[in-house]
């Protein structure tokens, strides 16, 4: 985002000087930063946090404070952009000076403890995680690092004595049950934690690090084969993630697994990796990102923790932010290979495409077999329209299976949707009765070859029958809803259309096609003026534009009659 040249903050910051020099180039130093006034760095500063660009905030900000060092609002707001960018150190520093002036300030006390576990200094970390709970996360989060500190400490005995008092839902058990584990076996109290792993595998089975900590323990005390049995359970719930295949491999050698942590410090980044990777897919992304910073202070190559950070910059559309954190996972990481894909997509997003496809292309050929890279490399393909080559990349996979499987669906639906845009009916409608092979009720296959054949006035009653079934599958989702009342539009039935293309507007009000759509409805029954205005809204939503130059030829001269279609020229009954 510019103006002329400079960047928005730095412009916000400029304008808003009102003693001292301004700056003049968006890429000031943190030193001309300085030169701003209080007003226009807090400005500035605010400005570049609601946009979730915390390296700029936190300079703007830490400017601030060399204006006025004691400005509470000024302290408060640099302390939390500090620990979303990672900055813990300064974070922790600003910490003990709000601590001084809120001694219940939660985020504060643990950004000490933080620090303080990263210089092993674990009796000053209990200290401020005792004075840190009294609210459900807070509860739980102190209570597992402060177990994690006595064990660092060497006090095994107390550190599972704050576990075991550990009160809240069921799920706690989990995370109480497998920390107590991990605990007691790096203590060396093997069969005390086979007993608590045990535990809180048979709470979940389908949690990794819970299924990882247990196996290992299995691995490395004499019961190999019960381990491969955890993994096992594991990869039909979700099959042939990079971690669990790697561990498979090392077991099939005969060789045993080391412990998930191996210090007290790696177990507070397990804890605070867990924590945060769970609020951030839970609608808690600003907590999230600070726990997951703090797990990556202490454990700066955790692969889970960069890889969840990653998934969360991309969840608030940072795609550049995503992309240096993929770039951060060692390279021998099993999980290398899937942060080089993102990589490939987040580039993408950034309109850097041919970056992208040389990237994903470079991947693809160094592993023609890897169905997740080739799926990466379509989807960027098609997502830009090349259908062409997006259909030769998808066969390339597609070659690659021995035993197409329920979960090879997608790549069987995705290369049906390429050969269609590209004019070759007869073979796409061929992958997209694959797709339904091996997932008989998948929505969004069955909407589209349903569409299909009406739009084309073929096996009607099946096609609206199938669109029919994806709804009921899928009832809130206002595309497949629009499909349903398109194809009775095709069908003639513009009453029914008028309804469902109503429905699918409650559904996704800013879609342009499906606005478009609503007001062919409206014109076709008779509600003219209703019908310009769905023509203008969805004018006004940024259509492709093919399909603005139809819209506004209708705004001009309405919707012209034109030949019945093949749907309508069936004359379907009823019943359809």
Same mark, same amino acid.
């Given at each position: 985002?510019?103006?002329?040249?400079?960047?928005?903050?730095?412009?916000?910051?400029?304008?808003?000087?009102?003693?001292?020099?301004?700056?003049?180039?968006?890429?000031?130093?943190?030193?001309?930063?300085?030169?701003?006034?209080?007003?226009?760095?807090?400005?500035?500063?605010? !400005?570049?946090?609601?946009?979730?660009?915390?390296?700029?905030?936190?300079?703007?900000?830490?400017?601030?404070?060399?204006?006025?060092?004691?400005?509470?609002?000024?302290?408060?707001?640099?302390?939390?952009?500090?620990?979303?960018?990672?900055?813990?150190?300064?974070?922790?520093?600003?910490?003990?000076?709000?601590?001084?002036?809120?001694?219940?300030?939660?985020?504060?006390?643990?950004?000490?403890?933080?620090?303080?576990?990263?210089?092993?200094?674990?009796?000053?970390?209990?200290?401020?995680?005792?004075?840190?709970?009294?609210?459900?996360?807070?509860?739980?989060?102190?209570?597992?690092?402060?177990?994690?500190?006595?064990?660092?400490?060497?006090?095994?005995?107390?550190?599972?004595?704050?576990?075991?008092?550990?009160?809240?839902?069921?799920?706690?058990?989990?995370?109480?049950?497998?920390?107590?584990?991990?605990?007691?076996?790096?203590?060396?109290?093997?069969?005390?934690?086979?007993?608590?792993?045990?535990?809180?595998?048979?709470?979940?089975?389908?949690?990794?690090?819970?299924?990882?900590?247990?196996?290992?323990?299995?691995?490395?005390?004499?019961?190999?084969?019960?381990?491969?049995?955890?993994?096992?359970?594991?990869?039909?719930?979700?099959?042939? @993630? #990079?971690?669990?295949?790697?561990?498979?491999?090392?077991?099939?050698?005969?060789?045993?697994?080391?412990?998930?942590?191996?210090?007290?410090?790696?177990?507070?980044?397990?804890?605070?990796?867990?924590?945060?990777?769970?609020?951030?897919?839970?609608?808690?992304?600003?907590?999230?990102?600070?726990? !997951?910073?703090?797990?990556?202070?202490?454990?700066?190559?955790?692969?889970?923790?960069?890889?969840?950070?990653?998934?969360?910059?991309?969840?608030?559309?940072? #795609?550049?932010?995503?992309?240096?954190?993929?770039?951060?996972?060692?390279?021998?990481?099993?999980?290398?290979?899937?942060?080089?894909?993102?990589?490939?997509?987040?580039?993408?997003?950034?309109?850097?495409?041919?970056?992208?496809?040389? @990237?994903?292309?470079?991947?693809?050929?160094?592993?023609?077999?890897?169905?997740?890279?080739?799926?990466?490399?379509?989807?960027?393909?098609?997502?830009?329209?090349?259908?062409?080559?997006?259909?030769?990349?998808?066969?390339?996979?597609?070659?690659?299976?021995?035993?197409?499987?329920?979960?090879?669906?997608?790549?069987?639906?995705?290369?049906?949707?390429? !050969?269609?845009?590209?004019?070759?009916?007869?073979?796409?409608?061929?992958?997209?009765?694959?797709?339904?092979?091996?997932?008989?009720?998948?929505?969004?296959?069955?909407?589209?070859?349903?569409?299909?054949?009406?739009?084309?006035?073929?096996?009607?009653?099946?096609?609206?029958?199938?669109?029919?079934?994806?709804?009921?599958?899928?009832?809130?989702?206002?595309?497949?809803?629009?499909?349903?009342?398109?194809?009775?539009?095709?069908?003639?039935?513009?009453?029914?259309?008028?309804?469902? !293309?109503?429905?699918?507007?409650?559904?996704? #009000?800013?879609?342009?096609?499906?606005?478009?759509?609503?007001?062919?409805?409206?014109?076709?029954?008779?509600?003219?003026?209703?019908?310009?205005?769905?023509?203008? @809204?969805?004018?006004?939503?940024?259509?492709?534009?093919?399909?603005?130059?139809?819209?506004?030829?209708?705004?001009? @001269?309405?919707?012209?009659?034109?030949?019945?279609?093949?749907?309508?020229?069936?004359?379907?009954?009823?019943?359809?």
């Amino acid at each position: 985002m510019t103006i002329r040249g400079r960047s928005l903050v730095a412009a916000l910051a400029i304008s808003s000087v009102v003693a001292g020099p301004a700056i003049a180039r968006s890429d000031a130093s943190g030193e001309d930063y300085g030169r701003l006034s209080l007003s226009g760095s807090y400005l500035a500063g605010r !400005l570049a946090g609601s946009l979730r660009d915390n390296a700029s905030a936190t300079t703007f900000f830490k400017a601030a404070l060399r204006v006025d060092s004691k400005n509470t609002e000024v302290m408060e707001r640099a302390f939390l952009v500090m620990l979303a960018q990672g900055d813990i150190d300064d974070a922790a520093a600003l910490g003990e000076r709000l601590v001084q002036l809120d001694r219940q300030h939660r985020i504060a006390r643990l950004a000490i403890a933080v620090r303080a576990i990263k210089a092993r200094q674990y009796q000053t970390a209990r200290t401020q995680l005792a004075q840190s709970v009294r609210a459900p996360i807070a509860d739980l989060t102190a209570t597992l690092l402060a177990a994690w500190t006595a064990y660092g400490a060497g006090d095994t005995k107390s550190a599972i004595e704050l576990l075991d008092k550990l009160q809240g839902p069921d799920w706690y058990a989990t995370f109480r049950d497998m920390h107590a584990g991990m605990i007691l076996d790096l203590a060396g109290q093997k069969k005390e934690a086979g007993k608590r792993l045990e535990r809180a595998y048979k709470a979940d089975q389908t949690a990794l690090r819970v299924v990882e900590s247990y196996a290992r323990w299995l691995s490395r005390n004499g019961q190999r084969e019960e381990a491969l049995r955890v993994y096992a359970t594991f990869d039909k719930a979700m099959p042939q @993630h #990079p971690l669990v295949v790697d561990a498979v491999e090392t077991l099939e050698k005969d060789q045993s697994l080391p412990p998930l942590v191996r210090s007290a410090q790696d177990g507070a980044a397990e804890v605070l990796y867990g924590l945060g990777s769970a609020l951030g897919r839970q609608g808690g992304e600003d907590l999230g990102l600070i726990y !997951l910073q703090f797990a990556l202070f202490l454990a700066p190559t955790h692969p889970l923790a960069l890889l969840s950070l990653a998934d969360l910059y991309e969840t608030l559309k940072k #795609p550049e932010l995503a992309i240096e954190v993929y770039e951060r996972i060692p390279d021998k990481s099993p999980l290398k290979r899937n942060a080089e894909i993102q990589l490939g997509l987040n580039l993408d997003l950034l309109d850097r495409t041919d970056e992208a496809r040389a @990237h994903l292309e470079a991947l693809v050929k160094a592993d023609p077999d890897d169905l997740e890279a080739v799926l990466a490399l379509g989807n960027v393909l098609r997502g830009r329209k090349n259908f062409e080559d997006a259909a030769k990349v998808y066969t390339t996979g597609i070659d690659s299976i021995d035993q197409p499987e329920r979960r090879n669906w997608m790549i069987y639906y995705f290369r049906g949707i390429c !050969l269609e845009r590209s004019k070759e009916w007869s073979r796409a409608e061929v992958d997209f009765k694959k797709a339904l092979e091996l997932f008989p009720d998948q929505p969004h296959v069955l909407n589209y070859l349903g569409y299909s054949w009406i739009d084309q006035g073929i096996n009607l009653e099946p096609g609206i029958e199938m669109i029919r079934r994806a709804v009921q599958l899928r009832p809130d989702d206002g595309y497949i809803v629009d499909s349903l009342g398109w194809a009775h539009f095709k069908l003639g039935r513009v009453d029914e259309a008028v309804a469902e !293309l109503e429905r699918a507007i409650e559904l996704k #009000p800013d879609d342009p096609v499906i606005n478009d759509h609503l007001g062919d409805a409206y014109w076709k029954v008779g509600r003219r003026l209703e019908a310009v205005f769905q023509w203008s @809204h969805a004018r006004d939503l940024k259509p492709e534009p093919d399909d603005l130059a139809k819209i506004e030829t209708k705004l001009k @001269h309405g919707l012209a009659d034109e030949p019945k279609s093949k749907a309508e020229n069936a004359k379907v009954g009823e019943g359809g």
